[in-house]
């Protein structure tokens, strides 16, 4: 089955600092999507990605989908405290077949923010 | 707009006992899943529902786990009887279209 590594698996950075992280897969996708959780509570979507080559930003989010479609990496430019939280990518084969829709995630990388 | 409620919150049961989520997905919302994860990983789906037919049901375990979602709206999911390996935090999303899917709170099942 497909599978996604996450990395890195935790990040302790000072505030104000920029943090990037990234996702490769064994597989293509045709969406790959950004989410944060925090503790308690589900994902929510950051950040979605629909074409190759694609970069986005949202506020201090960039997140760019990988020319091969196997990778992705997310940028968090001048972090605050709030950042905290699990980070997680996922991806998401396109129309046709019963896995359309299916989002497979990553292990998640955790941030912790230091004031 | 009202995001996917979820309930209950928390629940610990003994294992071999029977337990059941209820999800409400965002209203209009054609497509459902049911997700679960275990403590440091990602969430993992268990089964999708278009409307009420599911479309992909192929990592249920399916000897224990069963959902419904009669009418096309809410859903519940189902463990009997549970087993150690079920603890874990059960996500309930919902998506207009099959992208951008939109959480739920999670339900935190702890199996004793």
């Known amino acids: 089955g497909q599978q996604l590594n996450q990395s890195p698996q935790s990040m302790f950075i000072q505030e104000g600092e920029d943090v990037s992280m990234n996702c490769t897969s064994s597989?293509?996708?045709?969406?790959w999507l950004w989410y944060k959780q925090d503790p308690g509570e589900g994902p929510v979507l950051l950040i979605a990605l629909y074409k190759a080559g694609e970069l986005t930003s949202n506020g201090r989010l960039t997140a760019q989908f990988g020319i091969t479609r196997k990778d992705s990496f997310l940028n968090i430019s001048a972090s605050i405290p709030s950042d905290v939280g699990i980070y997680f990518c996922?991806?998401?084969?396109?129309?046709?077949?019963?896995?359309?829709?299916?989002?497979?995630f990553g292990q998640g990388t955790i941030l912790t923010v230091h004031p | 707009e009202a995001g996917v409620a979820q309930s209950p919150r928390y629940k610990i049961i003994e294992k071999r006992q029977s337990v059941a989520f209820w999800c409400n997905p965002i209203s209009g919302h054609a497509t459902l899943y049911w997700y679960q994860q275990i403590l440091g990983q990602g969430p993992k789906l268990l089964i999708q529902?278009?409307?009420?037919?599911?479309?992909?049901d192929s990592q249920l375990p399916k000897d224990r786990f069963s959902a419904e979602r009669l009418k096309g709206v809410d859903s519940t999911l189902k463990i009997q009887p549970a087993k150690l390996e079920d603890s874990a935090v059960y996500l309930c999303?919902?998506?207009?279209?099959?992208?951008?899917?939109?959480f739920g709170p999670g339900t935190r099942l702890t199996v004793l």
């Open positions: 999303a919902s998506s207009p279209r099959r992208n951008e899917q939109f």
């Open positions: 529902f278009q409307n009420n037919g599911v479309v992909d």
């Open positions: 996922a991806g998401q084969l396109g129309a046709g077949g019963t896995s359309y829709g299916k989002l497979t």
């Open positions: 597989s293509i996708f045709n969406t």
